[in-house]
Structure formats: structure tokens, C-alpha cells
């Protein structure tokens, strides 16, 4: 069971203000909640520096699959390598376009080098990578 | 059927031998493909500037099932919403934590704010949000 | 003067041991300091989405003084300008590069468009855009 | 001096002429020139996940100039540090606030944890760190 703690934060009156108007706007339950995220993201992105953190990261690329050699190549390259593709997901966005949402997990540098050979491939027209660490949150 | 024009970019010798580096390393088949992308990024990243842009979204977020309440208020969130959820993915990471994908289509600047009130929610431990803009790839 | 308030904020306690050796390793004196960093950092992103929002910014480029004609050009671009550009400053790297800071005031979008303007000049290798939300901080 | 060498790119002709768009509007003289402005830009970010790429920094924060002790640490910290600060620049912003830019140049790690040093200091409202690669452009 997680124990907790409680801390005080002292903060001038302008900038407090100020943080309740966002995370209102951004729909936060309470203060608590929305710190909570902020010392969360930052943990994260300070682990994923180490190209050795734990991590899960998704791929989301955007293809034509017209291109039918590309989807063998996606699907050859899920299985082939050492990383594990936890699931994977397969849109169709219009007549030529895939959006394919690809997740995997492991150390935070396997996942770009795999994400940089998925999004290379002729083919695919955009795509972004998104990694978070998994280790201690 | 696509048109393909051919031009010609002229660059000094040293930067081409970096770049042919580089994009040998992500994989890339030539460079007509690394040039490609590197212009498809960045007018998608020139779209998004815009917050009516067309776009396709994808919320990436990691939440403790422990909070039932929160498995329900993200079925209600997605269905309730003027967004169209195209399809979502749940992922076993361990006893405690699920990753959740989500994806969306619309206007940019909805799905920003409909990835706000995900990812404010109590439960929620740490998420991203991946925006592509869809009009004119 | 500022008026200063204290809140509670609840937080698991192997979340705040992390946030405690991360803000170690950053240098912060307190948790209140590391956390009023975090949330002054979430405004200033947050009102940045507004290309009307007051701001500071500062471009920093790297180009080859021997294009003699750039460094015309930038002189001229930073008296014509409707923003002010606040000041300015000159290193010499190496024998043919120079780092160039430029710092301008006025709204966030203004500061942008001025930017690529800076940027996108020959003879200019590289360059970066800071922008920081002066309104409300 | 630079040997130059021209390379073909292909491309379809819907991409091109929305990539001709944007460049105009950035201001960019040809494509060669914002071609070559994309691959350094990848190149410098490649380079920079390297912590011990050479690397020039600049450090832009902004403080409450009320905080006699903070210009005193500021100062003594770029004379202590290993890195050479090559020249820092400071502007009154208003009453209270002050801009600084310290330009830094050494490896990037070192950079950034010189950044993460002057950024936490009490009295220090917010900060960006931009970091270019300079081996080899």
C-alpha cells in the first residue's frame, strides 16, 4: 500500500492564483493532483536521459498502404527484434492513408533506434515517438 | 496519381557527408526519403500552429485500474465528446499500472483540451500527447 | 510587497523520495523552490499558445562572418522592426563562425515571425528561438 | 573553402508546392538554403545526445534583481565553473526583473548541469537552456 506524505509549499499569492486559474481550465481535481503531474513528467523526462531506463514508448506513424511491401516490412520488423512489441494498432484514416500506432517496451534507447527504422521506411509519411519511464512512478 | 518532380539542392561536401552519415544510421534507404521527411515534419509542425487545423491525435497515458472510477469517467469522456474517438487500446503493464492509447480525430486545438481533461484526472499518473496534422500530407 | 501563502500538497512518499533526489542533483535549496519552478514553468508554456501573449525572447544564431552582407542584413532587420529588439551580442567562435544573441520584446507571435526572418537568411547555420512569457510571472 | 556538390531530391508535386509556401513565408531566398537549414538542424540534434558533444549554450533566465545574493552567486559561479562562460549579457526587464543570457561553451553535459545550477537558485523565476552542437557544421 502507498503510504503518503503531505508537504507544505509556500508560494507567493500572484503565482497561486494564477496555477488554480490553469488547472481549472485544465480540468485538475485539486492542487495536489495537478503538482503531483508536474513532479511526475519532470521524474520522467530526467530517467529517459539514460538511454538505459526502463521505458514504453509508442510509435505512431502515418502510411499509405498502397505501399504493400511496407506493411510486410512493419510487421517482419515487430517480430524480429529483440524488443518486445507489447500491441500494436491499425487505423484507416482515409483512402491511402494508415495511421499505425505501434507500442513497445524496454530500454529507452532500443525504443528510438526501433522507432527510427519504422519511421525511415520509404513509405511512411510522418510520424512521432513518445516514450515514457517506466521504472519508479 | 502522384506527380513526382525532381530538384536539385546544392549543399557543401562535409554536410553531405555528415547528413549521408546520419541517415544511414536511422536507416534510411536514400536521401530523397530523409529529405522528404524532414519537410513533412516540419509543415506538420507548421500546421499545428494552428489550432483548427485538421489533425489526428494520439493520448498516450499510463493510470493505476485500481481507480475503477477512472476506467469509467474515460469510457464517458470518449463517448460524450464532440471529438471522434477512432479507436483505443488498453495494455497490462504490471499488477498495478495500464497503458491506455487513445486516439482522436479533429480539430487541433479540441484535441489538445480533450487530452487536458484525460490527463488531469485523479489516478492518472503520467501521459503525452502526439499531434499529426492530417489536411495536406 | 508579496504576500506569501503555504498549501499542502499530498504525495505518495516513494514519489516525493524521487522528487527529493532529483531537485539534490538539480542544485534547488527547497521542495518549494524545485515546485514553484515547475509551476512558473506550466504558465509561461501555457500563455506562450496565445501569439498575442507579452513575451521576452531571445534568437540565437550561429553564422559565417564572412557574408559580409549578413551582417548588414541583420543590423538592418533589427533597427527596421516594429519589435524592439532589446539589445544584442556578438562572440567570435572560430576563425569563420559567429554566435549572435538577440534578444527582442513583443508579443509572442511577432517574436516568431521575426525569428524565421533571422533564421532563415544564408549564410545563418544554425539557430534556436527562447521564448519566455513576461505578463504575469 | 567549401566544396559544393548538388545533389536531386524527389519529391511529389503536392508536397513541393506546399514546402515552396512555407519557405516563402519564413522568408527562406531558395529551397537549397532551407534544405540545408533542416539537415544542420537534424545533424545538431543528433550530436546532442552525445553528453560530451562540444556544444555552445546559452542560458536565459530571468530574476528579481531584489535578490542582492543572487547576482553575487550568479557571478561567482561562471568564474568558478570549469566551463568557460564566454560572455553573459543582462538587461533590466522592469522594476523588479532582470534578463541575463550566459553563454556557455563546453560539452553538452557539462553545459546542462551548469544551466540545472543556475536555474534552481532561489530568486531565479524562470529559464530555458538552448544548446547548438558546433564540431561539425
Chains 1, 2, 3, 4 share one sequence.
Request: include cysteine; proline fraction near 2%.
Amino acid at each position: 500500500m502507498e503510504q503518503i506524505e503531505r508537504i507544505g509549499v509556500s508560494l507567493d499569492k500572484k503565482l497561486l492564483s494564477m496555477f488554480d486559474k490553469l488547472i481549472a481550465k485544465k480540468g485538475y481535481p485539486n492542487r495536489s493532483e495537478a503538482i503531483r503531474d508536474l513532479i511526475r513528467r519532470q521524474l520522467s523526462g530526467d530517467q529517459l536521459q539514460d538511454p538505459k531506463a526502463q521505458a514504453v514508448g509508442a510509435v505512431f506513424l502515418v502510411y499509405d498502404h498502397d505501399s504493400t511491401k511496407l506493411m510486410q516490412k512493419l510487421t517482419d520488423l515487430q517480430h524480429s527484434h529483440i524488443l518486445h512489441t507489447i500491441s500494436s494498432m491499425h487505423i484507416h484514416m482515409d483512402e491511402h492513408n494508415c495511421l499505425e500506432v505501434i507500442v513497445l517496451r524496454g530500454q529507452a534507447g532500443e525504443i528510438n533506434k526501433m522507432a527510427d527504422s519504422l519511421l525511415s521506411m520509404k513509405g511512411v509519411k510522418l510520424g512521432r515517438t513518445n516514450l515514457l519511464a517506466t521504472e519508479p512512478t
